[in-house]
């Protein structure tokens, strides 16, 4: 597995290789039923997540050969999320407009309470991750760890990190990152259209 950044011309095919990933997520399903609907909102959303956050983020990608199959953003400690009038220049309108005013605020609002405790944690000392996914037809062969421990943890730790923490609203990624050694620090839920799903915050402490 080669692990590098993120070259921009390589952007586009990561957005779409993490819209297919994220689509049967309940963290997005929830908000946005209706499949075709949910997909083009999601690839706008990290479209724009992408270009907002050009050098504020680190984005990662794990290559074999010439194919992309796992990408990751990491935000440094102290971390500023671009205003919501940046995030409008960048393109989240069209989100909007693909996902729906009414919905795509609820998503918002939810996101925003769930990122609640890493934002703290974030703010002091902790990097944040704040993606990971793996190329649908790639999943259940080991590299979503892989490239936590290989590249993620890794580069956290070079530059001078202690500390990783992170947010899921999936069991299966629950179980995930607690096999890969993080811990959980908060617990909450959250109800939309007589749907509720969890969310949990997990940390890991880096070790020298």
């Known amino acids: 597995m080669d692990y590098r950044e993120m070259k921009k011309e390589e952007r586009g095919a990561c957005a779409e290789l993490a819209a297919r990933a994220f689509d049967d997520y ?3 399903t929830v908000y946005f039923p209706r499949g075709e609907r949910r997909y083009r909102f999601l690839r706008s959303m990290i479209d724009t ?6 050098g504020l983020e680190v984005f990662l990608t794990a290559k074999e050969g ?4 796992a ?12 205003s919501a009038a940046a995030y409008l220049r960048g393109g989240f309108w069209k989100s909007m407009l693909y996902g729906g005013f009414r919905d795509v605020s609820a998503w918002d609002r939810m996101e ?7 934002r703290e944690m ?3 000392d902790a990097w944040y991750l704040n993606m990971l996914v793996v190329s649908p037809d790639r999943k259940g062969e080991g590299i979503g760890s892989r490239m936590l421990q290989e590249c993620l943890i890794p580069y956290v730790k070079e530059h001078g990190g202690k500390k990783l923490c992170l947010f899921t609203n999936s069991q299966g990624n629950r179980v995930f990152y607690r096999k890969n050694g993080f811990t959980e620090f908060d617990e909450r839920q959250f109800a939309y259209k007589g749907k ?6 997990l940390q890991k402490i880096i070790q020298n």
């Open 49 to 54: 997540e992408f270009r907002v956050n050009d």
């Open 66 to 69: 010439d194919r992309t199959v």
């Open 26 to 28: 309940e963290y997005f």
């Open 196 to 201: 509720t799903i969890g969310s949990w915050s």
């Open 112 to 118: 925003y309470e769930a990122f609640g405790p890493c």
């Open 71 to 82: 990408a990751a953003i990491l935000c440094r400690p102290g971390y500023i999320k671009p």
């Open 122 to 124: 974030n703010r002091k």
